[in-house]
């Protein structure tokens, strides 16, 4: 089990984080998330692959700094 942190460009809100957090989670291998609106940062804990999470979250409307 790995972990990946991404920071997350664009949330401004509690919606935000939850809409990011719901988005990581529909990525396949991933286990759990949890997204920091303060530091704009998601912890996901999963074997999914990087470039997946990061196009969920460009998806959900976001950018991801690397």
Known sequence: ???T???I???TCNHC???AEKALQGVSGVESVKVDLASKE???TGNAER???VKAVVDA???VED
Do not use: P, W
Request: cysteine-free; hydrophobic content about 50%; aromatic content about 4%.
């Open 42 to 44: 998601a912890v996901i």
């Open 51 to 53: 470039a997946n999470l």
């Open 5 to 7: 942190v991404l920071k």
């Open 61 to 63: 409307g976001y950018s």
């Open 17 to 19: 984080k939850m809409r």
């Open 1 to 3: 089990m790995s972990q």
């Open 9 to 11: 460009e664009g949330m």
